[in-house]
């Protein structure tokens, strides 16, 4: 953490594609178990500012940190754990399981540690049918569960989440807050367009800034 | 890194039918060039180094072409897959170095390639009657190893480039075969005009075919040519993943990791 106390620290943060600013001077921090969410209609800035703090995407102006870290680099790349653009980011050969696995095995220590953390996490979100199906056979709520319990591998300090329940039937949706409820040290940054959402959240910021 | 070659191999696998169509269409590759060879069986042919005949001479450039397509256009096949299946930003959001990132999605390919490789070889051997009696099997495959980790560094540089441009099959795809039509893959360098020999002397894979058809058919003389190799890999190398970090940074800075 910071001397603050944040362990997310956003900082006059820009982002510019083209002659289009898409996010303008933003200034956020968030404390451990801290939840905000960046409230707006699609093509304001959301997903924008969850990429710039999941280390994607560079900020034009301005600094982002994780626990100190600057957004992007290996050590804040290892405190994040995000569900960006989840209809199509997994391996649609492989079954959900092993997707999760891969996964895994890019956070955790040893293959037992990732067998164990997917173990939980598919227990924890009720993943089994969404385990054992190939990745394209599955709906896009079926995907974006699994994008969800990618992003809580090995317990990451900052939860990124875009548009989480967007597709979700009313049961997912009680699992992911459930999940988020059962994780009180992780900062939860979460971009959406529904105001069923807002209910989960600390704080809002409104998009565009 | 073995994760990323853990998963390609999953990938691959769960396609089943290619992994025999390989095989067949290797088979045939070699069915064809036998005949051809056995066209000309007593001819005089050009100096073909360490092989006893043109068929012995190009099953080796047959087998390495494979090896060396893998390792120079590989890590590029996979960063594109990557870009139209959507799942690049999800793998840069990972906590990877670039090294890991470049040489874990080479690693499969080119594992891969190897096989084919040794695969091809030992059915020239049993099949076609190839002679292996003379072959130095540890030279061959260190030879293999280091050729293989020296052409990477072709690979991760065209890698850059698909990350950069994005399409960047047609450059993948025509490397490994303008390397070993100059470098003596099916037929010796030496019958090449004069400027042309000079160029293909000194192209890396020359270093390949010479030393693995010395380690193969003479069981000797292929240290100086994995010498070679392992010194244009210790060079080249750190060069190419340097570029290849820099052009992932490029796509942080312009946002086009996550688009096709």
Redesign the interface.
């Known amino acids: 953490m910071t001397n603050d106390g944040a362990v997310l620290s956003i900082q006059g943060l820009s982002?510019r594609?083209g002659s289009r600013e898409v996010v303008r001077s933003l200034d956020l921090s968030m404390a451990r178990g801290e939840r905000i969410a960046l409230w707006g209609p699609n093509g304001s800035g959301k997903t924008t500012v969850l990429?710039c703090v999941?280390?994607?995407?560079?900020p034009t102006a301005g600094r982002v940190e994780i626990v100190g870290h600057p957004a992007?680099a290996?050590?804040a790349?290892?405190l994040?754990g995000?569900s960006?653009?989840q209809?199509?980011?997994?391996?649609?050969?492989?079954s959900g399981h092993?997707n999760l696995m891969?996964?895994a095995?890019?956070?955790y220590d040893s293959e037992r540690e990732a067998a164990a953390g997917v173990a939980a996490l598919e227990d924890e979100l009720e993943l089994g049918e969404i385990a054992r199906q190939?990745a394209d056979r599955c709906s896009s709520g079926m995907i974006q569960q699994l994008a969800i319990a990618?992003a809580l591998l090995g317990d990451p300090a900052v939860i990124l989440l875009d548009e989480p329940t967007k597709s979700l039937d009313a049961d997912a949706r009680g699992r992911l807050w459930a999940a988020i409820d059962r994780r009180p040290n992780a900062a939860v940054l979460f971009a959406t367009h529904l105001d069923s959402d807002l209910e989960h959240c600390d704080e809002r910021l409104s998009f565009p800034v | 890194m073995l994760a990323l070659v853990r998963r390609d191999f999953q990938v691959t696998r769960s396609y089943r039918l290619p992994f025999a169509l390989d095989l067949v269409y290797g088979f045939i590759n070699l069915l064809v060039y036998f005949f051809i060879s056995k066209t000309f069986e007593g001819a005089r042919t050009a100096n073909l180094g360490a092989a006893p005949s043109y068929f012995a001479f190009v099953t080796v450039g047959i087998a390495i072409t494979v090896v060396i397509g893998a390792a120079s256009s590989g890590l590029a096949a996979r960063i594109r897959e990557e870009q139209l299946t959507g799942t690049l930003e999800a793998l840069m959001a990972q906590p990877l170095t670039a090294t890991e990132v470049a040489l874990g999605l080479a690693g499969f390919p080119f594992l891969f390639a190897v096989v084919r490789a040794a695969l091809y070889i030992l059915i020239a051997g049993t099949v076609f009657g190839l002679p292996l009696g003379e072959a130095d099997w540890l030279g061959f495959v260190l030879c293999l190893t280091v050729a293989g980790v020296a052409l990477s560094a072709l690979g991760v540089l065209v890698g850059s480039l698909v990350l950069v441009i994005k399409r960047g099959e047609l450059l993948a795809g025509m490397i490994p075969f303008a390397m070993g039509l100059l470098s003596g893959a099916f037929f010796p360098v030496s019958v090449l005009p004069g400027w042309l020999e000079v160029i293909g002397r000194v192209v890396p894979t020359r270093f390949a075919f010479d030393g693995l058809r010395a380690a193969v058919f003479e069981g000797a003389g292929w240290e100086a040519d994995t010498v070679t190799l392992a010194l244009i890999a210790l060079v080249g190398l750190p060069i190419a993943i340097a570029f290849f970090a820099k052009a992932l940074a490029y796509g942080r800075r312009s946002g086009t990791l996550g688009q096709y």
């Open positions: 982002r594609f990429r999941a280390g994607t995407l560079t992007g290996l050590q790349r290892r994040v995000a960006l653009a209809e199509r980011s997994f391996y649609l050969r492989l092993a891969f996964f095995r890019l956070r190939r990618r």
